[in-house]
């Protein structure tokens, strides 16, 4: 089969190359859920759906042994980014059955240490995660992280800005927002333009 990225045969992208690309974000709606009406809302939205971006953030740490819970849980369907606060803790058995349904797919990208992590808040089993860097890993790629992905298959540039903001504060900023919502968008993105692409059946 021949690979076709972005009209382009890249096994790999520069940094210089990503860096000449124009930078998108998720200019959508957004929603932070953190009410019993929103919870309804976000997950009879999502429970519609067949596929969505997966995405985590966790404070980040900054001395040895230290070590924190994810902190935000990131959800996108085509017609919002859905932001879960893990200190609400009246979402987690929401988001436990839909990490756990089969019929929803969960697509992101090092997946696996964030589902690793996310047992360290709530319980689940999940069923019917894609990992879109381990796709591409398998279809030849060198480069699996979510901004080479982006850069390679999208030709667009995610900017980096707030990654290591503290994501456990109370009330997030309008950056730290944005950043959170881009993430789980461009893993839909991603495992849309896949499927385009015929890669995702492949073994």
Same mark, same amino acid.
């Given at each position: 089969?021949?690979?076709?990225?972005?009209?382009?045969?890249?096994?790999?992208?520069?940094?210089?190359?990503?860096?000449?690309?124009?930078?998108?974000?998720?200019?959508?709606?957004?929603?932070? #859920?953190?009410? =019993?009406?929103? $919870?309804?809302?976000?997950?009879?939205?999502? /429970?519609? !759906?067949?596929?969505?971006?997966? @995405?985590?953030?966790?404070?980040?740490?900054?001395?040895?042994?230290?070590?924190?819970?994810?902190?935000?849980?990131?959800?996108?369907?085509?017609?919002?980014?859905?932001?879960?606060?893990?200190?609400?803790?009246?979402?987690?058995?929401?988001?436990?059955?839909?990490?756990?349904?089969?019929?929803?797919?969960?697509?992101? #990208?090092?997946? =696996?240490?964030? $589902?690793?992590?996310?047992?360290?808040?709530? /319980?689940? !089993?999940?069923?019917?995660?894609? @990992?879109?860097?381990?796709?591409?890993?398998?279809?030849?790629?060198?480069?699996?992280?979510?901004?080479?992905?982006?850069?390679?298959?999208?030709?667009?540039?995610?900017?980096?800005?707030?990654?290591?903001?503290?994501?456990?504060?109370?009330?997030?900023?309008?950056?730290?927002?944005?950043?959170?919502?881009?993430?789980?968008?461009?893993?839909?993105?991603?495992?849309?333009?896949?499927?385009?692409?015929?890669?995702?059946?492949?073994?």
């Amino acid at each position: 089969m021949t690979m076709q990225h972005h009209g382009r045969g890249d096994r790999a992208i520069s940094k210089e190359r990503i860096a000449e690309l124009p930078v998108r974000r998720y200019e959508g709606e957004v929603s932070l #859920v953190s009410s =019993a009406e929103a $919870l309804e809302v976000a997950v009879a939205d999502i /429970a519609a !759906e067949t596929a969505i971006g997966f @995405d985590t953030e966790t404070r980040p740490a900054f001395r040895k042994g230290e070590v924190y819970a994810p902190a935000l849980v990131q959800i996108a369907t085509s017609r919002r980014v859905y932001l879960f606060q893990l200190r609400w803790t009246g979402a987690h058995a929401a988001l436990a059955s839909l990490l756990g349904a089969p019929q929803l797919t969960k697509a992101g #990208v090092a997946v =696996a240490h964030d $589902l690793r992590t996310l047992k360290g808040v709530f /319980a689940f !089993e999940e069923r019917s995660v894609v @990992d879109l860097g381990v796709v591409a890993r398998r279809s030849g790629m060198e480069q699996t992280g979510l901004r080479n992905l982006a850069g390679i298959f999208l030709g667009y540039r995610i900017a980096k800005g707030a990654k290591t903001t503290n994501w456990a504060v109370a009330q997030l900023t309008a950056t730290q927002i944005a950043y959170a919502a881009t993430d789980a968008w461009v893993c839909r993105e991603l495992y849309l333009r896949f499927h385009e692409l015929g890669l995702l059946g492949r073994t």
